[in-house]
């Protein structure tokens, strides 16, 4: 967890709470943000020990998107991390990682949340927000296409598609109330309540198996991409049958039935003294 400059991340269990950690540029993206990102993404791929990622920004804001002043200064180069062998990492393999990766990605967005910031918050699984937060498709205001790092996948499916071309054509900031509306988020608490909201939230998750999580999380990425009913089923029905055979799902029914026994005899204990 130690040697990140942009980004800090704090084990608590089988949480981790990672902070986009630029507070003095709006957390704005540059090229060694976008490489320890992916590095941190990438290692949690087959990590199992870890199964919640709560993603959150330092100071003011989320993440205001591209740090425009380290563009200028890169002559115009998008950013990309930096490796032995060559460019690096890009914003859209960022993406691709918290898409692939098992955790369960909660997003606690607060103030700004721009361009790629926003897209940060469109690929993790639930997002929360802050009473400031604002979020825009930036693209479109740089003179670029809204479509880019996955908007045009994420953002239909979750407002439907008018509100997506609205937001994505002329990149209108979205406020908090209007977000929860829209259903892009799924709670607007007070800025200073953002932490709390997610440890509720976290209890919750943590009561699910570890494999029930993480199929849960699998099967709905999978499900948004196919358009067949049927296959879905079938998806889900095979998923089933590995978490039963997993022993979890057969421990909670005779846990289940042994408190329904237990609540039973009470009764009668209580009726009869």
């Not at 998008?78 to 890009?90: L, Q, V």
């Not at 469109?122 to 296409?145: E, H, P, T, W």
């Not at 509306?181 to 800025?191: H, I, P």
């Amino acid at each position: 967890m130690s040697g990140y400059t942009t980004i800090s991340v704090i084990r608590e269990g089988a949480v981790d709470w990672l902070t986009l950690n630029r507070p003095e540029r709006l957390n704005a993206l540059n090229a060694t943000m976008v490489c320890e990102l992916w590095d941190y993404f990438d290692g949690l791929q087959c990590d199992y020990s870890r199964r919640i990622v709560v993603m959150r920004g330092a100071g003011r804001a989320f993440c205001a998107g591209l740090d425009l002043v380290w563009f200028n200064n890169s002559q115009g180069s998008m950013p990309r991390g930096a490796t032995d062998k060559g460019p690096g990492p890009s914003l859209a393999d960022i993406v691709l990682k918290m898409r692939s990766c098992p955790q369960v990605i909660i997003s606690l967005v607060h103030g700004a949340a721009c361009g790629g910031g926003f897209n940060f918050a469109l690929a993790s699984d639930i997002r929360i927000a802050g009473r400031s937060a604002k979020m825009n498709v930036a693209f479109v205001k740089l003179g670029l296409s809204g479509c880019e790092l996955g908007t045009s996948y994420f953002l239909p499916r979750m407002v439907g598609t008018s509100v997506a071309a609205e937001l994505m054509m002329t990149g209108r900031f979205v406020l908090a109330d209007r977000a929860l509306a829209a259903g892009l988020v799924s709670q607007v608490v007070d800025d200073d309540q953002l932490e709390d909201a997610a440890r509720v939230l976290i209890d919750d998750l943590l009561a699910a198996s570890p494999m029930g999580l993480r199929k849960t999380k699998e099967v709905l990425t999978l499900a948004a991409e196919s358009e067949d009913l049927a296959t879905v089923i079938r998806l889900e029905e095979h998923t089933q049958r590995v978490c039963m055979e997993a022993g979890s799902f057969a421990q909670t029914v005779d846990a289940f039935g042994r408190k329904k026994v237990a609540r039973a005899e009470e009764k009668v204990t209580n009726a009869t003294s």
